[in-house]
């Protein structure tokens, strides 16, 4: 079996493990371990479309 992520696929899967983790660590109820999760998932997603955005400018 050969799994082959994209850059784009790669990055959101980081995102999604590391939002798990620090919504685990970083939060004492259950809502607000989903909520802050939720949050650092978009801040990670965001963050990649905006570099990517970024780094595309630089290039031309």
Same mark, same amino acid.
Request: glycine share 8%; charged share 10%; proline share 0%.
């Given at each position: 079996?050969?799994?082959?992520l =994209?850059?784009?696929?790669?990055?959101?899967?980081?995102?999604? $493990? #590391?939002?798990? @983790?620090? /919504?685990?660590?970083q939060?004492?109820? =259950?809502?607000?371990?989903?909520?802050?999760?939720?949050?650092? $998932? #978009?801040?990670? @997603?965001? /963050?990649?479309?905006?570099?990517?955005?970024?780094?595309?400018?630089?290039?031309?």
């Amino acid at each position: 079996m050969n799994l082959e992520l =994209s850059h784009f696929s790669a990055a959101v899967l980081f995102a999604v $493990f #590391a939002s798990v @983790v620090f /919504g685990i660590t970083q939060r004492n109820t =259950s809502r607000e371990m989903i909520r802050y999760g939720l949050y650092c $998932f #978009a801040m990670f @997603v965001g /963050g990649v479309i905006v570099a990517g955005w970024v780094m595309w400018i630089l290039r031309r």
